[in-house]
């Protein structure tokens, strides 16, 4: 079991962008400080992908092994990333906007600019793509 503590912080410790004092992570959780965004993962068949210049960039862990998709995920901007990133966590494009302190217009642009670049139209395709099945690795 893995503990965060704020020590009082300006910017402040957030927890699936809930401000927190003190809180227990777990596998799933998003923890923000300041403006470094970790997502908690355990698994080592996860991908990574980030912005190696730019260390407040979020990292989004996804289970997929398709070469092509990586190379689309790369193809995203660090503020798609961020945007993808909490709609696979299933936050509608208002909680995402509130999360990242943006205007829902710019999500709501982000987000056609994801589908575009992955080829999707709906979130549901997004996640089907994005998501890994147990069943098709079998």
């Known amino acids: 079991m893995v503990k965060v503590r704020d020590l009082d912080s300006r910017n402040g410790t957030f927890v699936n962008g809930v401000r927190r004092v003190e809180c227990e992570l777990n596998v799933g959780n998003t923890l923000q400080l300041g403006q470094i965004i970790l ?38 901007s660090p503020g798609q990333r961020q ?6 966590q299933g936050l509608r494009e208002k909680e995402v906007a ?3 302190f943006v205007s829902r217009h710019t ?3 982000h987000v056609r600019r994801i589908y575009r670049e992955l080829g999707v139209q709906s ?6 793509m ?9």
């Open 39 to 76: 997502d908690i993962v355990a698994s080592p068949d996860l991908i990574q992908i980030a912005d190696e210049d730019d260390v407040t960039n979020t990292t989004i862990m996804l289970s997929s092994k398709s070469p092509e998709l990586d190379s689309r995920l790369k193809g995203l």
């Open 83 to 88: 945007v993808l990133r909490l709609l696979l």
């Open 98 to 100: 509130t999360a990242l």
């Open 107 to 109: 999500v709501h642009t």
């Open 123 to 128: 979130r549901a395709q997004l996640m089907a």
């Open 130 to 138: 994005c998501l890994d099945r147990k069943k098709d690795s079998k």
